[in-house]
């Protein structure tokens, strides 16, 4: 076995945290105003030294100021942290399944995590992820299409598209995390 059941829900537990504090995060991001430092003076004034040059933030400080653009990077920020609230978790799962079916006799947890309402819905998204956020369908996946999850379809006419807030979103994107967390806590111990 890859993972222990431990060390699936603990890798469960920090990027649950990480996704709520770039949540919590984009409240600076978004409204600057009431936050002292505020987003933009720490941009302003914040550098970093990499390959031997001096890297400034001061472009963000700019894009920060621009409440249009604000929005847009805050969003691509804590979109961000969503595909990694979704797409390692299911690796996750997926492996230990895997991992789980070979030292089995009886059960067999890869049938079951394949019969999840979310399965299907959270592998095209995990692959669109994977692949420059787009999807790309393959004729097996084209043959399941629609898949709906949540009231949430990938059909068709997603193919060749970036995922967007139609596909996958903040709230919903968390709901699905919540569902395979609560799998993750169902697993079987790799011993039993």
Not at 116 to 129: E, Q, S
Request: hydrophobic share 40%; with cysteine.
């Amino acid at each position: 076995m890859r993972f222990t059941k431990t060390d699936i829900l603990d890798y469960f537990s920090r990027e649950d945290r990480n996704y709520r504090l770039a949540m919590l995060c984009t409240h600076w991001i978004r409204d600057t105003a009431p936050f002292t430092p505020s987003a933009v003076s720490e941009a302003r004034s914040l550098f970093m030294i990499a390959a031997g040059r001096t890297v400034a933030f001061s472009d963000i400080a700019a894009e920060l100021e621009d409440a249009n653009q604000r929005e847009i990077i805050s969003a691509q920020f804590l979109l961000n942290h969503l595909h990694s609230l979704i797409r390692v978790p299911f690796e996750l799962l997926s492996d230990y399944c895997e991992d789980f079916d070979k030292v089995a006799t009886k059960v067999e947890l890869r049938g079951k995590l394949k019969e999840m309402p979310w399965f299907h819905y959270t592998r095209l998204v995990r692959n669109a992820v994977s692949h420059n956020f787009r999807f790309a369908f393959n004729p097996g996946d084209r043959a399941m299409l629609p898949v709906t999850w949540n009231g949430i379809t990938i059909d068709i006419n997603c193919d060749g598209k970036d995922i967007t807030f139609e596909t996958l979103w903040h709230r919903p994107g968390y709901e699905l995390f919540l569902e395979m967390k609560e799998f993750a806590e169902s697993l079987p111990e790799s011993g039993v």
